[in-house]
């Protein structure tokens, strides 16, 4: 096909690009009064491996000249993805400066027909599906992309997940990648304690058809080191441990900044955290 | 209507490599084995699993297919109904949901198969678009149409199996969003859609045994409705009967009532649907639609006609 590979992923780079993306999500928090912060920060490291270590790109293609495919099932994660799409070129400073506002294009959950958006999600359990149907036209068309879809912890307790989980396996979908953020926070209660059956994780998604590996989310050497050594003969999942509101100390693990702005006073604390991390 | 389907949708893939079928564990009978006997890889079954028969038809449709979702028709519309609100007309993607067995035609399944009210769902999502042919003839037509269409997502509403034609002998072919008289009359205009176009034909016979000229029209876009052509049929007839397989919320008769209003419509008026409410009755096609009050007698003696 002639397609180029996958860029080379420098994970020095990777920490310095994530701690950016985050500082540059709290400026985006200053100027609207709610947005998900949190859940952003919790697959902000697995995002940013998806796009500058797995996505093959061809500029010559036009922009984003994309060579795979990126369904971002958690839809309330998309800040993550708007900072990458900045940085790539994707999206404009501009964009990001009208970030839910009405003179902007983009709102709190991705939106099909956006650059760099390949679908309008937002309602949990729909990306799996979506993909699913993505990675099988691919397929039979004899296209060698792959498709990548990150998908929220709690999207599992969604059963349309599960039907769709089915089918890539019987349909023997190799060129599906997907990407669990357990972090472990539904927005009303954790995840353990509601769903307690869920866990040991891998021995629900394993029987499934699927091969799966759990891994540190934040880690990611790890996470691409698990993706690269996959057998690759069926659709493959990380389990991406993480922690919600990861990066800044008083956001971890402390629900509220699910959907809450931080105030002026927050906000600057946040930033010393990361300038710090940075030094 | 199923076996037309499968047999046009055959010719249709046939030509068109972008056409694809998934179906939720059951299949249009006839020549859809054909199909997929020649092309296994367009031919998909997710099994008893509704939601993502409509998300794969989604993802399918962004990578450039043109999909078909297919089952009956209170499970490609009411129990995925959000995935094909989100994934089908939010992102305004080119998938044709076929629903079979629209109205009361499972006559002896019960409610839970029933579609009383799918065309008055489907089209209150911005982006779809609604069809119901009333006969083989028109399932060919519309099926065609929906193969080659690029507009968004498309509900098209079919009956079962054995429909008589109604259509081969009308004046005029089967047009995307314009009413079609299967002929024409001067005092009394039935409007009406789907199979139940049998009641409308009884019906037209009766009025001409009366003494009056009749126009029979098949509304098999109802989404978008032709009301210029609504507006034309009020004004050119001194009577107009609606005749539907529908609930009375979101029916064309409501609709018809509308633009009579707006467009000051001065002839006689009648809607006939189903009732508002659900029954438990079990028999033929024509034993529920009785049972709504439906029937020919029962429309009839409300017309006066008996």
């Known amino acids: 096909m002639g397609k180029p590979s996958p860029p080379k992923f420098d994970i020095v780079a990777a920490r310095r690009r994530c701690l950016a993306y985050r500082r540059r999500i709290l400026d985006i928090s200053q100027q609207v009064t709610a947005l998900h912060v949190a859940p952003a920060f919790s697959c902000l490291e697995m995002v940013d491996l998806i796009y500058h270590g797995l996505i093959r790109r061809d500029p010559s293609r036009g922009n984003p000249g994309f060579l795979d495919g990126f369904v971002m099932s958690k839809g309330h994660g998309c800040l993550s993805q708007y900072v990458i799409l900045e940085d790539l070129g994707v999206l404009t400073k501009t964009d990001l400066e009208r970030y839910c506002t009405p003179a902007g294009q983009l709102g709190a959950h991705p939106d099909y027909g956006v650059p760099g958006i390949e679908a309008s999600t937002g309602s949990l359990g729909h990306g799996m599906g979506i993909a699913t149907g993505m990675a099988y036209a691919d397929k039979i068309r004899g296209d060698d992309r792959r498709t990548f879809l990150l998908l929220s912890d709690g999207e599992f307790q969604e059963g349309s997940t599960w039907e769709a989980m089915m089918m890539a396996a019987n349909l023997n979908l190799d060129n599906l990648i997907a990407f669990m953020d357990l972090n472990d926070f539904g927005g009303l209660a954790r995840m353990s304690e509601g769903h307690p059956a869920f866990y040991p994780v891998l021995e629900k998604i394993r029987p499934f058809g699927w091969e799966a590996i759990e891994v540190n989310g934040h880690d990611a050497a790890a996470v691409l080191q698990a993706v690269v050594s996959r057998r690759g003969k069926r659709p493959f999942m990380v389990v991406g441990k993480t922690v919600k509101g990861r990066g800044v100390s008083f956001m971890e693990h402390f629900n509220i900044w699910h959907y809450r702005s931080p105030s002026k006073e927050e906000y600057e604390k946040a930033m010393a955290e990361l300038a710090e991390v940075c030094s | ?306």
């Open chain 2, 1 to 306: 209507m199923r076996n037309t389907f499968a047999q046009t949708f055959y010719e249709a893939a046939k030509l068109d490599q972008r056409l694809a079928v998934v179906v939720a564990d059951i299949s249009p009978a006839g020549s859809m084995q054909k199909f997929r006997d020649e092309f296994p890889d367009r031919f998909v079954n997710t099994g008893v699993a509704e939601q993502v028969m409509i998300g794969m038809c989604a993802g399918m449709a962004l990578r450039g297919l043109r999909p078909f979702a297919y089952t009956i028709a209170t499970f490609t519309l009411f129990r995925p109904f959000e995935f094909v609100r989100d994934d089908l007309c939010y992102q305004n993607v080119p998938v044709t949901i076929v629903g079979i067995g629209g109205g009361v035609t499972y006559s002896t399944l019960g409610g839970t198969h029933h579609a009383m009210e799918d065309v008055a769902v489907a089209a209150a999502i911005p982006n779809m678009t609604v069809i119901a042919p009333c006969d083989p003839a028109e399932t060919r037509a519309a099926t065609l149409w929906c193969a080659g269409q690029t507009r968004g997502p498309v509900y098209l509403r079919l009956g079962k199996a054995g429909e008589p034609d109604f259509t081969s002998k009308a004046p005029e072919p089967w047009e995307f969003g314009k009413l079609r008289y299967l002929k024409r009359g001067r005092d009394v205009c039935i409007l009406t859609y789907g199979p139940i176009m049998k009641v409308a034909v009884g019906l037209a016979d009766l009025f001409e045994k009366a003494g009056k000229t009749v126009s029979v029209v098949s509304v098999h876009t109802l989404k978008p409705l032709d009301r210029d052509g609504i507006a034309e049929a009020l004004n050119t007839h001194r009577q107009v009967v609606v005749i539907e397989e529908l609930v009375p919320r979101g029916s064309l008769a409501g609709q018809v009532k509308e633009i009579a209003w707006d467009r000051h419509a001065q002839c006689r008026l009648d809607g006939f649907t189903l009732h508002d409410h659900f029954i438990h009755n079990y028999g033929s096609h024509n034993d529920l639609l009785a049972a709504h009050g439906l029937d020919l007698a029962s429309i009839s003696a409300k017309l006066g006609l008996a």
